[in-house]
């Protein structure tokens, strides 16, 4: 089946630096993918969606220039986290679409990132 | 737009008791509809589907019926496990659009 792997799994980072986390399709190519974040015990929340070789759509309420989102390539998808605070201390989740699938989405492991 | 209702719990069972998720959406197209697992501090892992009306989904002794007059999907499993703790999530996509994901139900179950 399809796997979608993320790295790094877990993240401690320092106030006001900034963090990557990879996305990876493993066994196909994903035109599209999807960045969530999940609070505790709470439901995924998504952030943005993003298609190879363009600009990443945002959902409201979430920063652009905060959460950089790229997707250079049809296996990889990067997010980074900028100037990071205690705030965005979160799980965050990515997700992929491939070329051949309108429904059905293939979810990462999640990423914790602690802000310090 | 397209929303999903699930119970929210916590639900607690007795291990081989009988489990009913409720899940109800809304849509304005013909979504294919999924339950999702997570365990603690893991992601999410597909755990089944159905892509039309009185399909049902089944995986794991878990199962689900698409049921379009109720617009309900809601997932049973006949004798739970103590490792099926966990939260489930009820969601919907329709063709090339993003993920609806209910709330999520956490289920506890205690030997």
């Known amino acids: 089946g399809a796997v979608v792997s993320q790295h790094p799994s877990r993240v401690i980072c320092k106030s006001g630096t900034s963090v990557k986390i990879e996305c990876r399709s493993l066994d196909f190519q994903a035109t599209t993918m999807f960045w969530y974040r999940q609070f505790p015990k709470k439901s995924l929340m998504l952030m943005a969606t993003s298609n190879e070789g363009s600009k990443a759509t945002y959902e409201q309420g979430v920063e652009k220039d905060k959460f950089l989102i790229n997707h250079a390539s049809l296996t990889l998808s990067t997010l980074t986290v900028t100037s990071a605070h205690p705030e965005d201390s979160s799980f965050y989740i990515c997700s992929a679409r491939g070329t051949d699938l309108s429904y059905e989405q293939y979810f990462g492991p999640g990423t914790r990132l602690t802000v310090t | 737009g397209d929303s999903v209702t699930q119970m929210e719990g916590p639900v607690t069972l007795s291990e081989e008791a009988f489990l009913t998720i409720n899940c109800t959406y809304t849509?304005?197209?013909?979504?294919?509809l999924f339950w999702y697992v997570q365990y603690p501090g893991e992601g999410l892992q597909l755990l089944l589907k159905a892509t039309k009306a009185d399909d049902k989904g089944s995986n794991k002794g878990f199962e689900a019926t698409y049921r379009k007059e109720t617009t309900s999907f809601h997932l049973e499993k006949g004798s739970v496990q103590v490792s099926d703790s966990a939260v489930y999530f009820c969601?919907?996509?329709?063709?090339?659009?993003?993920?609806?994901f209910g709330p999520g139900t956490s289920l506890s179950v205690i030997p």
């Open positions: 969601a919907l996509i329709e063709p090339y659009d993003k993920v609806i």
């Open positions: 849509a304005t197209g013909y979504p294919s």
